[in-house]
């Protein structure tokens, strides 16, 4: 093959989940949105359950019925859904749904009814973000009618659910804010005769950093794959990204590259083209310093990122072949850049780095680390 591919490393994925289930034992939901953070959602799920985690959390109801149609029986939640979201498929998949306000709720009640079974759902309340969940000031209203359904049948109320602001800061006062703005919200359920035992606010960064905020339940996605939003545990990199080097040139001083002419070699120099671009995940606003692994060496790209190829300055000493293996980024064990170093070079985080990875890039699995992935044969 020529092109870039995803090398996806299941033991590192594995010994995170480890990580995480030995702070919440058997309360550990491994969140596999966005396709399993890029790491392929079935992958990361069935690892994550192999190794301490006991439920998945996705956005959509698709996402969920996709893990169904894979097989996986484990309890699904599902958070991110509009009015006319197929609710009815989620009741008989028996997917857990989050309720952020009346209107969600209303039409989850109707599906359940139609469907003739009960609704497994988690009401949702907005700590202090303005984005998903139910405004403070509208819980008991929802509480209400949360309420009048279950006592109808129509639902069954399992889970209150939450998310912090500022989790990857954990000396932020907006965590203790939306920590007892939570409590507050769990104790005005219970006020209403509402038992949920599922309580969960902390996602990746709490669950590292504030006890407080695990409560029953926390929910770990980024940290399954490696990344530490809160920056304090050395979490173990699950993914490495790779392409080929497609032309190797001497080039005199003076040759501008790429598009717009954006560089001009300063020396007379050597440059390989990659086949990998912003199609694939390498984004295009990237620093001028950014740099890629070649034969254990880190080498700058030079002049525009394009959709299906870059350039890289081997030096005027340096050398490679068409056809060997590029790293683009991986766990840094081998001198490699790391997700976060590219999150540093285009003024982002990792998650964004590693969701944008293309669809065509090839996955590749590896079960047992990632050290002399070069080597590394795409599965059959």
């Known amino acids: 093959m020529t092109g870039a591919r995803l090398v996806v490393d299941r033991s590192a ?32 799920a069935r690892t994550a359950l192999a190794n301490g985690a006991t439920r998945l959390g996705v956005t959509s109801i698709a996402e969920a019925l996709a893990l169904r ?4 029986s484990a309890p699904i939640l599902s958070w991110l859904n509009t009015v006319d979201a ?23 009640r109707r599906a359940a009814r139609r469907s003739g079974r009960r609704a497994l759902i ?4 907005d700590c202090g973000m303005a984005r998903e969940g139910c405004a403070p000031a509208l819980w008991p209203q929802l509480l209400g ?20 602001s500022c989790a990857s800061t954990p000396s932020a006062a907006a965590n203790r804010r939306e920590r007892a703005r939570f409590l507050k919200a769990v104790r005005a359920t219970a006020s209403a005769r509402l038992h949920a035992p599922l309580r969960h606010l902390a996602a990746t960064a709490a669950t590292l950093t504030q006890p407080a905020a695990r409560h029953t339940l926390c929910r770990v996605g980024a940290g399954l794959v490696g990344i530490d939003p809160s920056g304090t545990v050395p979490l173990r990199g699950a993914l490495m990204l790779q392409s080929q080097i497609v032309d190797v040139r001497r080039v005199p001083a003076g040759t501008p590259v790429g598009y717009d002419h954006s560089a001009v070699t300063s020396q007379d120099t050597t440059l390989a083209l990659v086949a990998a671009g912003y199609a694939d995940g390498v984004p295009r606003a990237v620093a001028p310093d950014a740099e890629i692994l070649v034969r254990g060496r880190r080498r700058r790209i030079v002049g525009r990122v394009s959709m299906d190829q870059l350039v890289i300055d081997l ?66």
């Open 315 to 380: 030096g005027a000493d340096g050398d490679a072949m068409p056809g060997e293996f590029v790293t683009i980024f991986g766990p840094g064990d081998q001198g490699e850049p790391t997700v976060a170093d590219w999150a540093a070079w285009c003024g982002t985080i990792p998650n964004e780095i590693l969701t944008g990875i293309g669809r065509r890039v090839e996955r590749v699995e590896r079960a047992e680390g990632l050290a002399h992935a070069e080597t590394v044969k795409a599965a059959s």
């Open 13 to 44: 994925i594995a010994a995170n989940t480890r990580h995480f289930a030995a702070l919440m034992p058997g309360r550990l939901m491994a969140v596999v949105k966005a396709d399993g953070y890029g790491a392929g959602a079935e992958l990361v």
């Open 69 to 72: 149609a894979a097989g996986l």
């Open 145 to 164: 009618f949360a309420a009048a359904a279950q006592a109808e049948r129509d639902v069954e109320v399992v889970g209150v659910m939450g998310h912090l």
């Open 122 to 125: 988690h009401l949702q309340i």
């Open 86 to 108: 197929d609710f009815a498929g989620a009741i008989a998949a028996e997917v857990e749904i989050a309720v952020p306000g009346v209107a969600q709720l209303d039409a989850v």
